[in-house]
């Protein structure tokens, strides 16, 4: 079906938009990421570069697609792509999936999809592929290499009891044979033969032994129950089969489970567990303490009707944070303080009730995290960082693997820099599905906090091998490509620097702009403070120029350049 664009382009200026504490919601009546409309609460999103212009492009289920046009712009997509839906829940799972470079789209809904991405403007409904699949509902979905031959696998789950009129199946897991579409339906297991609850699925080589292990949340509808999961046995007996897991402390204890997230949130290296439950349970948050699995209580295990876990640094001083939805109470920002607790921020990033899916990823190349979170009614929500995280350093890393597996799904990324005097590695999975019916962008994101040099970069490719890179310069984006070399990466409008600098930063009493661009007589710049406010004005008349901040107050500005109809922005700290 062929992509049509709609003229529907916003541009994110900043009285459309407010501020919390450094978290600037955007609110124009023009932009159609905010302003369209989805009925029910549980629907999963993704940032995906689906035309691989450099730009996050953003996927709303059930069958939404925004173009970034950058400079805070995006348009509505009029793909085809599953107009009629029978069912409100819907969730979303993006990767190259016959290895063009492309991403494709599989779709949890009623039926349920999957899309290939054929460039120049076209996606093909491929689901008559896949065998038993007509009409089929679902709740969540992913994609995977579940049998390590380097092709990627699809998962589809199917909540019994949850799909209205639908005919209830048990889970469809599709093994892919060639590498092109050729798919082979999988059974044997008791997700693929009985009929259970199951929610989201996820990915995860939890035992770093590997291969893709397998957890089913299965959040049985109000009473507490056991989930669904699995460990890979592929590279210990060399076959193609799951073992059910039955002894881990997250596998012993009655669950209402609706997102699972392994990730490394104390920098061990190894990957520890956030799962959100709903009812019958607590939110459990567990310390991996070499390979044993051990109850941490913290601020978000003590609340209950939870669904995503969406983690990043999102202040990007080394560290991960973790952002709760729920469709009872508001979102909740907690921030890993670095050592061992979190801290509720009350004040940063508030969202009215019923959300669901979230939805992390840097769309405007500035160097930290932003948000879209999905759900109902005025929950659905665009957040531009614009917090401290923008004068601390970070990386960015596109990995581009061999074929088919191009967007190395289930690759493993760790670094090392010092970072406030000490050495500290942090550790990334890739993955197709890493927050509740939704994914984060596949890109590798590291805050870096005042690190000066990456000591050490090691990636740990899904097809076995395994790359080392040292003295990486921070503050950049990179493309790393398997069996190739690290490049950097052109950032928004093609550039890799600001068209426009500012220094020093933080300031005092006075900054300087200094622009790269030819200057005409509308050049205007302006500052405003995160509550949008206009502090500062000036037409532009050199390409440096000097500003007396002297009687500005104390706090984080936003200075924003226009010229020839375009926009540029950055952020000042100004501190005495």
Same mark, same amino acid.
């Given at each position: 079906m062929k992509l049509n664009f709609i003229p529907c382009i916003s541009?994110?200026?900043?009285?459309?938009?407010?501020?919390?504490?450094?978290?600037t919601k955007i609110i124009s009546a023009t932009n159609p990421v905010t302003t369209f409309t989805s009925n029910g609460f549980y629907k999963g999103c993704a940032w995906i570069d689906f035309d691989n212009d450099g730009l996050l492009d953003l996927s709303a289920a059930p069958n939404y697609l925004f173009k970034n046009l950058g400079a805070g712009n995006f348009t509505t997509v009029v793909t085809g792509i599953l107009p009629s839906p029978m069912q409100d829940p819907g969730g979303v799972s993006w990767?190259?999936?016959?290895?063009?470079?492309?991403?494709?789209?599989?779709?949890?809904?009623?039926?349920?999809?999957?899309?290939?991405?054929?460039?120049?403007?076209?996606?093909?409904?491929?689901?008559?592929?896949?065998p038993n699949f007509s009409n089929y509902a679902a709740w969540g979905c992913t994609i995977g290499d579940y049998n390590g031959d380097n092709r990627l696998d699809l998962l589809y789950v199917h909540a019994n009891g949850?799909?209205?009129?639908?005919?209830?199946?048990?889970?469809?897991?599709?093994?892919?044979?060639?590498?092109?579409?050729?798919?082979?339906?999988?059974?044997?297991?008791?997700?693929?033969?009985?009929?259970?609850?199951?929610?989201?699925?996820?990915?995860?080589?939890?035992?770093?032994?590997?291969?893709?292990?397998?957890?089913?949340?299965?959040?049985?509808?109000?009473?507490?129950?056991?989930?669904?999961?699995?460990?890979?046995?592929?590279?210990?007996?060399?076959?193609?089969?799951?073992?059910?897991?039955?002894?881990?402390?997250?596998?012993?204890?009655?669950?209402?489970?609706?997102?699972?997230?392994?990730?490394?949130? *104390? /920098? !061990?290296? =190894? $990957?520890?567990?956030?799962? %959100?439950?709903? #009812?019958?349970?607590?939110?459990? +948050?567990? &310390? @991996?303490?070499s390979g044993v699995y051990s109850f941490s209580t913290t601020p978000f295990t003590l609340t209950q009707q939870n669904l995503s876990n969406c983690w990043g640094d999102y *202040? /990007? !001083?080394? =560290? $991960?944070?973790?952002?709760? %939805?729920?469709? #009872?109470?508001?979102?909740?920002? +907690?921030? &890993? @303080?670095?050592?061992?607790?979190?801290?509720q921020?009350?004040?940063?990033?508030?969202?009215?009730?019923?959300?669901?899916?979230?939805?992390?990823?840097?769309? *405007? /190349? !500035?160097? =930290? $995290?932003?948000?879209?979170?999905?759900?109902?009614?005025?929950?659905?929500?665009? +957040?531009? &960082?614009?917090?401290?995280?923008?004068?601390?350093?970070?990386?960015?890393?596109?990995?581009?693997?061999?074929?088919p597996n191009i967007n190395a799904i289930g690759a493993k990324v760790k670094i090392k820099a010092t970072i406030g005097g000490v050495p500290t590695w942090q550790y990334r999975e890739i993955s197709a599905q890493n927050s509740f019916q939704s994914q984060n962008d596949l890109r590798v994101h590291f805050g870096l906090n005042n690190a000066t040099i990456i000591d050490s970069l090691i990636i740990n490719w899904p097809?076995?091998?395994?790359?080392?890179?040292?003295?990486?310069?921070?503050?950049?984006?990179?493309?790393?490509?398997?069996?190739?070399?690290?490049?950097?990466?052109?950032k928004e409008n093609n550039t890799i620097e600001p068209n426009f600098l500012l220094y020093p930063n933080p300031a005092k009493s006075s900054l300087n702009v200094k622009v790269n661009f030819e200057l005409n007589r509308n050049t205007l710049?302006?500052?405003?403070?995160?509550?949008?406010?206009?502090?500062?004005?000036?037409?532009?008349?050199?390409?440096?120029?000097e500003v007396d901040i002297s009687k500005f107050a104390d706090g984080t500005y936003i200075v924003s350049i226009l010229n020839d109809g375009k926009s540029k922005t950055q952020k000042i700290i100004i501190e005495r």
């Open positions: 541009l994110f200026f900043f009285f459309n938009s407010f501020s919390q504490g450094g978290w990767a190259d999936l016959n290895g063009d470079t492309l991403p494709d789209l599989i779709l949890a809904e009623y039926p349920s999809k999957i899309y290939l991405n054929s460039g120049g403007g076209n996606f093909t409904d491929f689901s008559s592929n896949l949850f799909h209205g009129a639908a005919t209830p199946y048990p889970c469809r897991l599709y093994a892919q044979k060639t590498g092109t579409f050729d798919f082979v339906q999988k059974t044997g297991y008791a997700f693929t033969d009985s009929l259970k609850p199951y929610t989201v699925p996820y990915w995860s080589d939890y035992d770093q032994d590997g291969d893709m292990d397998l957890f089913i949340a299965t959040g049985p509808g109000g009473a507490a129950g056991y989930d669904y999961c699995y460990k890979n046995m592929k590279v210990e007996l060399s076959i193609d089969t799951l073992f059910r897991m039955n002894s881990n402390a997250f596998t012993t204890l009655k669950q209402d489970g609706q997102c699972y997230n392994f990730i490394d949130y *104390d /920098n !061990d290296k =190894d $990957l520890d567990l956030c799962l %959100t439950n709903y #009812n019958g349970n607590q939110t459990c +948050f567990y &310390n @991996n303490n *202040d /990007n !001083d080394g =560290d $991960l944070d973790v952002i709760i %939805t729920s469709d #009872n109470t508001i979102t909740r920002y +907690f921030r &890993n @303080n670095g050592n061992n607790t979190f801290t921020v009350t004040i940063t990033l508030t969202n009215v009730a019923g959300s669901a899916g979230i939805t992390n990823g840097d769309y *405007d /190349n !500035d160097g =930290d $995290l932003d948000l879209f979170i999905h759900g109902a009614g005025n929950a659905r929500s665009l +957040f531009r &960082n614009d917090t401290v995280a923008n004068i601390r350093k970070f990386v960015n890393f596109k990995l581009i693997g061999v074929t097809s076995g091998t395994n790359q080392t890179y040292t003295n990486v310069i921070p503050t950049n984006f990179y493309v790393i490509k398997e069996l190739g070399g690290l490049t950097t990466s052109v710049l302006k500052i405003l403070d995160l509550n949008g406010k206009e502090v500062y004005s000036y037409h532009l008349t050199t390409k440096v120029h």
